[in-house]
């Protein structure tokens, strides 16, 4: 059984600030953006301009991480 592996684009503002490549959970990502900034990663994406692409590297398809409502 193959693992599925993920590349994280991290941006704020349209500027890519930092990607992570074939890894198998959100957790440097995650961390990365909680340090990168002074807020919680659900006021980053929904106030701060960051942006977090999850990208399945065996199938190509890409999502973006959302805010909480």
Request: glycine share 8%.
């Amino acid at each position: 059984m193959e693992t599925t592996t993920y590349k994280f684009i991290i941006s704020q503002n349209g500027e890519v600030k930092k990607t992570f490549e074939n890894q198998t959970s959100d957790g440097p990502a995650f961390g990365y953006l909680l340090r990168a900034q002074a807020q919680s990663t659900n006021y980053a994406l929904k106030y701060g301009g960051w942006k977090v692409e999850q990208i399945n590297e065996q199938t190509g398809k890409s999502e973006f991480w959302k805010p909480y409502a």
